[in-house]
């Protein structure tokens, strides 16, 4: 090869390059943001649920000891949510968030048996609403966690790459962490 066309090649070279960083950065920023809407999706969810629970343990229609297993979980959950930090970069829950949330799953499997659905008074009726609502707010969480969880699998998945590392393409931004709590809905709402 010649001068020119030499110089011609490296200079495509180089675009190319930069192309393909300034792609990857765009896309690992579209990838962090994602992150963040699914975190603050999940969050709402699980406020949903434990107003959810809150509301069932309120309306007599359980016992009494059950209902406040459930009260004081749900009361749990909502005061961790308001104590979160409302930091908009935020990439992940605290601990204690997790074990709080898994609290409340635990309580709903213990006070939602399948005897005690089965008891609940006025078939069709109020108790029924509130239980309904309550396994469909389950629902919407375990799915919110897992598409969060599945958007953090992406962004480590690109930071992984060896352009990122390299060029430090991820700035300052921390590694996202998934959200890991106990969310199966109690045996007496499944199916």
């Known amino acids: 090869m010649d001068g020119p066309n030499l110089w ?11 192309w393909y960083l300034t792609y990857t950065a765009a896309r690992l920023d579209r990838l962090h943001a994602r992150v963040q809407g699914t975190l603050a999706a999940l969050d709402a969810q699980l406020v949903r649920r434990a107003e959810a629970t809150l509301e069932l343990a309120n309306a007599r229609v359980l016992d009494a000891a059950s209902a406040l297993m459930l009260a004081s979980a749900a009361s749990d959950s909502l005061s961790a949510a308001e104590d ?3 930091d908009a970069d935020r990439q992940r829950f605290s601990n204690e968030r997790e074990t709080v949330e898994s609290r409340l799953s635990e309580a709903l499997g213990l006070a939602l048996t399948a005897d005690t659905l089965a008891s609940l008074p006025g078939a ?7 239980v309904s ?20 699998t992406d962004v480590r998945r690109v930071r992984r790459q060896w352009a990122v590392k390299w060029f430090r393409l991820a700035g300052h931004a921390d ?3 998934t959200v890991e709590f106990v969310d199966a809905l109690p045996h007496g709402l499944r199916g």
């Open 84 to 86: 979160e930090d409302t």
């Open 124 to 130: 069709g009726g109020f108790g029924d609403d509130i």
């Open 175 to 177: 590694m996202p962490q």
């Open 133 to 152: 609502r309550v396994r469909a707010t389950g629902l919407r969480v375990q799915l919110a966690r897992r598409f969060h969880n599945d958007a953090v």
């Open 8 to 18: 011609i090649v490296l200079a495509l070279g180089l675009v190319a390059i930069g």
